[in-house]
């Protein structure tokens, strides 16, 4: 399966061989893929043989990207929460919708009621849009399960549609995500649960590459989160950890001592948790979208975090409470208005670093021969214009493994 992408004015690219924020910017260009991979990069004027081609696609003087990684989503959901929404317009916060049992309760209660194929129907539906708006791989945690059993129905359900579909699905076990209902009064039977239970499950049905932990005042304590991911990583499930989004509560810290994969959101981080980040190579992934959904006004410190030599990335979190989008163009503008970014980072945010805390990076994430081509066409003319004319869908064509998998009307 030969195929040509012709008349592509910018192709742009994380340069890997270069440093965080330096990119590729080939004019004028042509892609050449075969069989799934980049097989070439030529200048437009290169003479072609339409004969050698399955199928020539024109780019019509559109820009081409890697296509998106969106390394922290929560995408296996029941129900929907604007009804929280509005509280939130009206003046509630997320802490105190929480606390009253609304929030992530809400959504655990309604999962348990659903059945397993309605569940897996709404969520396969959903995966479908991420390839409208650019996105071609995503992690996907569980946690509106928060029991032995509907946290593996929540898994099993990302793991056969990620069998059964385009866009690649990484798993991530989230049992950590709230303590449920029942075990309000007794947090050390969850844990225990969790620890001697859940996670071995996860184990040997081999349902999860990661663990994660909510590790936030009211939430789990520093101490409880290192013993849970602890007790996973003894079962090879590395860690990514939600760190200090509400409060400065020490997830990067924890993050830095047991060398987490990610630490995500940030936004209230200490200064002893960006050097412990920066010193462990632990990847930050910033989660602005949620910020703005959530109406607060502080952002994750993006500069310093590059500026102790991080390299981070950057996400929608979807999710039905905290970020109700699976738009990572609308987090390119955000990201450039309220975390300072520009194009040429926000693209390495949003690829090939994404890519590299999924362990994915020497297949996806870059526009080099040899990787595969998860591509995306977008009608803008140039990079800048990306995050500068927003809340619209530039994406005119997605391409998963070098295969048209959506095409604008
Ligand atoms: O990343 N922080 C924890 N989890 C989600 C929120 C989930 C929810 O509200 O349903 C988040 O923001
Ligand atoms: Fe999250």
């Known amino acids: ?46 003479n072609i043989n339409s004969n050698d081609y399955d199928r020539i696609v024109d780019a019509r003087s559109g820009v081409v990207l890697p296509g998106f990684v969106d390394a922290h989503t929560h995408p296996v959901f029941w129900h929907t929460r604007e ?24 959504s ?26 650019g996105t071609t791989t995503i992690e996907a945690k569980s946690g509106y399960g928060l029991s032995l059993v509907d946290e593996m129905r929540s898994l099993q359900i990302i793991n056969e549609i990620n069998a059964e579909q385009p866009i690649e699905m990484v798993p991530t076990f989230l049992g950590a995500h709230e303590i449920p209902d029942e075990y309000r009064n007794q947090r050390e039977a969850y844990l225990d ?16 590459k990661y663990c994660d932990v909510f590790c936030e005042q009211g939430v789990f304590t520093v101490d409880e989160s290192r013993r849970i991911l602890k007790a996973a990583n003894a079962y090879g499930l590395k860690s990514r950890i939600h760190a200090d989004e509400l409060s400065s509560f020490g997830g990067a810290e924890l993050a830095g001592e ?11 981080i200490s200064e002893q948790g960006i050097r412990a980040l ?19 006004n502080d952002y994750a410190p993006a500069r310093k975090l590059i500026q102790a030599g991080c390299e981070i990335a950057l996400a929608t979190d979807f999710n039905p409470g905290s970020s109700a989008t699976q738009n990572m163009q609308l987090i390119w503008t955000i990201s450039a208005i309220k975390l300072g970014l520009l194009p040429q980072e926000i693209l390495w945010a949003t690829t090939i670093i994404p890519a ?25 003319p140039n990079l800048n214009y990306l995050p500068y004319f927003y809340g619209m869908n530039h994406v005119s064509k997605t391409l998963k493994k070098g295969e048209i998998i959506y095409e604008r009307a």
């Open 278 to 296: 920066a010193e462990n190579n632990v990847i930050p992934i910033l989660l602005p979208g949620t910020t703005f959904f959530l109406g607060k």
């Open 108 to 133: 655990v209660r309604k999962f348990r009621q659903a059945d397993y194929d309605s569940i897996k129907l709404v969520t396969k539906s959903r995966i479908a849009r991420f390839a409208e708006y």
């Open 83 to 106: 009804d929280e929404f509005i509280m939130r317009i009206q003046g509630k916060s997320y802490e105190e919708i929480a606390e009253a049992g609304g929030g992530i309760r809400n």
């Open 258 to 268: 047991i060398k987490a994969v990610s630490a995500d959101h940030l936004v209230k």
């Open 1 to 46: 399966m030969r195929l040509l992408i012709k008349n592509i004015a910018h192709i742009y690219s994380a340069n890997t061989a270069e440093k965080f924020g330096s990119i590729l910017d080939k004019e004028n260009a042509q892609i050449i893929i075969e069989d799934g991979l980049i097989k070439d990069i030529q200048n437009n004027s290169e």
């Open 193 to 208: 649960l969790l620890i001697n239970e859940m996670i071995p499950a996860v184990k040997e049905k081999e349902l999860a």
């Open 356 to 380: 590299r805390s999924l362990g994915l990076a020497e297949r996806i994430g870059s526009i080099e021969p040899g990787k595969q081509a998860d591509l995306i066409i977008l009608d803008i």
